[in-house]
């Protein structure tokens, strides 16, 4: 035992320091599209890196024997902080082996950075800070955590003011999220930096130091601005009124208070002279930025209207399961069971975390958890007062009480943002970094004790080195690195699948077995699903494949994930595909059968969402059964009123079943409640069922055509004719029947169909010049002589129609009827002069004599 002041001065290793350099450069680590989700592809990296350095940490003190650890002497209230943290990481563990999804809470949401490995990582990466990086070193990593937030704010900025416009999206209304993919999150990695660089500013030795890190400070706080947080900016001035209400020397306080309440009351006349005065947000964006993120009203409407709805959800969810929670990451599952949409402005509020770390804590691992977490920071707190009290009395810890100061300033503000937000990969590294720095300062003064040498044999082995090495390669291949490929690949497939480059997309998705994909699969079987359901067009033939792959495919997540409300969403949306193709009855039956089964299921895990029902309803008009379809489209809409798809369910419902009029309004309901890209063809199918046929001509001409599908887009243009002759517009039957020909000139139904028009309407020049128009086309149907004859009959019907004699005369050239031909040119400059260029073009393309004796004409 040895009394030691500064005792890791030896211990601080030049290659630990390297690993906590990359950490901290890891926030801003972008590399589309294998970095996308970011956070969940930087956190693999991330935990490879902590259990390489465990690795090579064990390695150095069992293997080689050459590292020196030293720990303070046991004091219980020195470890208070310590001892409660790892109790909260008790609750975490203990709540993961009792959790609704057990493999869930373990490695987490892939579009997070959470779950119980990478907590474990992170709960390490601050305890090694403490125990190894010594001061030298901290100011090496503070440097380069200086460096990795200029690099964030400047893009933050280019994003803000577009610049490099061709290089960065841009982010002119503000929440500019730089490398970190999210504004808030972002704002509060900016709080720690914002800080720091203050504090440093106020330490600074010489001028050029001062302004070195004012700069820095401003350029932070600048980044914290154009965010739009207001959370932040509620965290940033809370944790200033702090810095400067108790500032560590006494012989600055009475201006540092004056500073205070200046901060304060400047804080207070800007939001209400932009309330008062909304007319200067309108000034530049800037001022626009400000505006909206201080208005009151959109305060209130984000508070009362979303939050403070979603949290009373989250205290069912508590209260369901007060003891451990939900689970680790678990949040959704709680939430979804006691979703309602109403009190939102959307009837699709997607949350997977609650926005409040505290409820956060409570839903996921429990009410004493929650309890742990809050005894934490306070314990933290209180030890922190005390190492700057003591420390304020030592001159060879003269920087360190305003360090520790800025570090309780910078936690106040923290769990501000925290209450309204969550946390995020970026803000886990640095709050935990500083957890490690606070460790470190709270321990500077105590008594250390150099832990013995291990002198037992067994460990200089090469046995048990070659196992931890074994360990250390298949944590980090099968999740990590083999997850960061997989993932690559099913991002990139789903990028090109929303920018319809869909052969590219089917080609990079279909060449892995997503369901051998590891910890990943429900994630990437779901993304898979998204590539089928935005690209299932280009495939049509392969629908029923792929529905079927899917439907397998779905299962298999469904078995790993059962509590996740969106896989069973999907296999009954795909099952329902497969009954529509299905032609044996029963196997319809069956498919439908089990189709309603998984959306049941859906409906049961999250009875709020509208989703499921909305699918159900399909799985009813396939079937037939549109009482039921009725039904169901009730209940949907009794749980908000505001979802448009089961409006057009009900509507199409309601007019098979012969209720029009009704089915009518609820059609345009849908319609005006957002239902975007109705299936009109549903619509017009029951309207034909009824025979008004006035309605289904009006619901098809909705119906979108897309003419690169050519048989697609002549399958539309003759259900049309059929739709048009039925309700008497003949013209438009024959125009449509026209269509169908230039799509498809070998259609033998085409000309049948016109004549049959003509009998109806024998005076139509519309469907006379359609057939003439069929049979001068090249094929088997040409027959010029008949195409001739319709001419001569709409030339003498209507003499000033030019038109007429140009096909006349075209018709006449390629008989070889030359004479025929000029005459009929001769005739379009009697009708229209204008035309004398081309009438002149066309003459000269017959023999010579003709032209000779226009000239002489």
Same mark, same amino acid.
């Given at each position: ?370 309890? #742990? $977490?809050?005894?934490?920071? /306070? !314990?933290?707190?209180?030890? %922190?007062?005390?190492? @700057?009290?003591? *420390? &304020? ?90 997850? #960061? $490929?997989?993932?690559?690949? /099913? !991002?990139?497939?789903?990028? %090109?699948?929303?920018? @319809?480059?869909? *052969? &590219? ?109 909305? *699918? ?242």
């Amino acid at each position: 035992m040895k009394n030691n002041p500064m005792p890791y001065e030896k211990n601080g290793s030049s290659l630990v320091c390297w690993f906590f350099i990359v950490t901290l450069f890891l926030p801003i680590l972008v590399l589309p599209p294998s970095f996308q989700p970011s956070d969940w592809t930087r956190v693999m990296l991330f935990r490879v890196i902590v259990i390489t350095l465990i690795g090579v940490l064990l390695f150095k003190f069992f293997y080689k024997k050459d590292l020196r650890l030293e720990l303070p002497a046991w004091n219980t209230s020195l470890y208070g902080p310590l001892i409660i943290l790892v109790a909260y990481f008790a609750t975490l563990l203990a709540a993961t082996v009792f959790s609704q999804d057990i493999l869930f809470s373990i490695f987490g949401s892939p579009a997070r950075a959470g779950g119980v490995l990478s907590m474990v990582c992170y709960f390490i990466f601050a305890v090694l800070l403490a125990l190894f990086i010594n001061k030298r070193q901290w100011q090496r990593l503070f440097h380069m955590l200086f460096a990795a937030g200029i690099m964030a704010s400047l893009l933050a900025l280019a994003q803000y003011f577009n610049v490099f416009k061709n290089i960065f999206i841009a982010y002119e209304g503000g929440s500019a999220p730089s490398f970190l993919g999210n504004s808030t999150i972002l704002a509060i990695y900016m709080l720690f930096l914002t800080f720091l660089s203050f504090t440093f500013f106020i330490q600074g030795k010489s001028p050029k130091i001062k302004i070195a890190y004012g700069m820095l400070f401003l350029l932070f706080a600048s980044t914290i601005f154009i965010t739009g947080s207001r959370a932040a900016y509620l965290g940033l001035l809370a944790g200033f009124l702090y810095f400067f209400l108790f500032f560590p020397y006494s012989h600055k306080m009475k201006v540092l208070k004056i500073a205070a309440v200046a901060i304060l009351l400047c804080s207070v006349l800007v939001v209400a002279m932009f309330n008062l005065l909304p007319q200067l947000g309108e000034k530049n964006n800037i001022l626009k930025t400000v505006s909206s993120r201080v208005s009151l009203q959109r305060i209130s409407q984000d508070i009362f209207g979303t939050r403070l709805s979603a949290w009373k959800m989250t205290w069912q969810a508590i209260k369901d399961r007060p003891l451990l929670g939900w689970g680790p990451e678990n949040f959704y599952i709680g939430f979804e069971k006691y979703y309602d949409p109403t009190p939102f402005a959307t009837p699709k509020l997607l949350w997977d975390k609650p926005h409040n770390i505290f409820l956060d804590v409570a839903v996921n691992s429990g009410i004493f958890s929650a309890l #742990l $977490y809050i005894a934490f920071w /306070i !314990v933290l707190f209180a030890r %922190l007062t005390i190492a @700057k009290r003591n *420390q &304020q009395k030592d001159e060879a810890y003269a920087d360190n009480p305003l360090r520790i100061h800025a570090l309780q300033a910078m936690f106040i503000g923290y769990l501000i943002v925290l209450f309204f937000n969550f946390d995020s990969f970026a803000t886990y590294i640095i709050s935990f970094f500083f957890i490690g720095y606070a460790f470190y300062l709270i321990t500077l003064k105590q008594e250390k004790i150099a832990l013995p040498i291990v002198q037992h044999t067994i460990f200089q082995k090469k046995l048990p080195a070659i196992a931890a090495l074994a360990v250390l390669v298949i944590f980090s291949w099968f999740w990590n690195i083999k997850p #960061l $490929y997989l993932n690559e690949k /099913i !991002v990139r497939a789903k990028n %090109l699948a929303a920018e @319809k480059h869909c *052969q &590219q997309a089917f080609a990079i998705a279909n060449s892995q077995d997503w369901s051998r994909s590891g910890i990943m699969r429900p994630y990437a079987i779901v993304k898979y699903s998204e590539v089928v359901s935005n690209c299932a067009f280009i495939e049509p033939e392969k629908e029923v494949e792929y529905s079927q792959k899917m439907v397998s495919l779905l299962k298999t997540a469904g078995t790993i994930q059962p509590s996740f409300s969106k896989i069973w969403v999907f296999m009954g949306s795909f099952t329902n595909v497969l009954a529509a193709r299905e032609e044996n009855s029963d196997a319809k039956k069956n498919l439908l059968r089990e189709a309603i089964g998984y959306l049941q299921k859906a409906i049961d895990l999250s009875p709020g969402r509208q989703e499921a029902f909305a *699918q159900m309803e399909k799985s009813y008009l396939i079937a037939q059964d549109y009482p039921a379809m009725e039904k169901t489209a009730h209940d949907c809409i009794a749980i908000d009123p505001r979802f448009g798809e089961c409006y057009w369910h009900l509507g199409v419902a309601q007019v098979f079943l012969g209720n029009q009029l009704e089915g009518k309004k609820n059609v345009e309901l849908a319609v005006k409640n957002g239902y975007e890209k109705p299936p009109y063809k549903q619509l017009a199918i029951a309207y034909m069922s009824q025979k008004n046929w006035k309605e289904a001509v009006l619901a098809y001409e909705q119906v979108p055509i897309y003419y690169e599908n050519k048989e697609e887009a002549a399958s539309i243009h003759a259900v049309l004719a059929f739709l048009y002759d039925k309700a008497g517009d003949y013209v438009k039957a024959g125009e449509s029947a026209l269509e169908v020909f230039k799509l498809q000139p070998e259609n033998p139904e085409t000309i049948p169909f016109i004549k049959l028009l003509l009998g109806k309407r024998p005076n139509d020049s519309i469907l006379k010049s359609s057939l003439a128009f069929i049979y001068l086309q090249p094929g088997p149907q040409q027959e010029l002589s008949k195409a001739k004859a319709i001419y001569l009959q709409l030339a003498a019907d209507y003499p000033a129609n030019a038109s007429y004699r140009w096909e006349l005369a075209k018709i006449c050239y390629q008989l070889k009827q030359y004479d025929q031909a000029w005459r009929h040119a001769l005739a379009i400059l009697g009708i229209n002069p204008k035309a004398r260029e081309g009438v002149e073009e066309f003459i000269k393309t017959l023999p010579a004599e003709y032209w000779q004796s226009y000239l002489q004409r």
